[in-house]
């Protein structure tokens, strides 16, 4: 299993930027979820913010389906096998899919999916289900690298007060 110790510099930078843009999105109103998707050059190819937020929002418009899909519009599978998706929380099962799906080679999260559910308890907007990242990942046949958690506790600084 890989853990916050092997998050290098890069990885940290680009996570904060997710605590950033989780921010920004928490102040639209929208649920504080980001999600950076950087190429193998240390390149931003596309960053998401959460946008399921009911009644009017689709809830597969998690910021991690978002910015995986917006990035395989843009690159080819070899690329995407380069790249790194940096967000905020520990990715739920639906974005793991898609994360998978597109081919992107390595996730690196904040907070994990045990320490959201504390933070949301019940809340029927989130009913997070505990299935974590990693396991999605190894029952498929591309290896994915998972570094996680990373700064959790800065990574639960946006939901602070969001879920009450």
């Keep these: 299993m ?10 940290l930078f680009f996570l904060r930027k997710t605590f950033e843009l989780a921010e920004q999105t928490k102040q639209q109103g929208l649920h504080p979820f980001a ?4 190429n193998a ?8 913010g959460n946008n399921s937020l009911p009644p009017t929002g ?10 995986a899909g917006q990035a395989a519009r843009l690159l080819p599978l070899e690329q ?7 967000t905020n929380a520990e990715p739920c099962a639906m974005c793991s899919g898609a994360i998978y799906w597109t081919g992107i080679g390595r996730v690196v999260y904040g907070m994990s999916e045990g320490q ?3 933070i949301t308890g019940n809340h029927p907007e989130n009913p997070t289900l505990s299935l974590p990242c990693r396991q999605v990942f190894a029952s498929g046949q591309r290896a994915i690298q998972v570094i996680g958690p990373c700064l959790s506790e800065e990574a639960a600084q946006a939901h602070q007060g969001f879920w009450s």
């Design 41 to 48: 050059q240390g390149e931003i190819v596309t960053q998401a």
């Design 58 to 67: 689709d809830p597969t418009r998690h910021a991690e389906t978002v910015a």
């Design 116 to 118: 959201l559910l504390e």
């Design 80 to 86: 995407l096998r380069g790249c790194t998706l940096y």
């Design 35 to 38: 999600a950076i998707v950087v």
């Design 2 to 11: 890989t853990t916050h110790d092997q998050a290098t510099a890069q990885d």
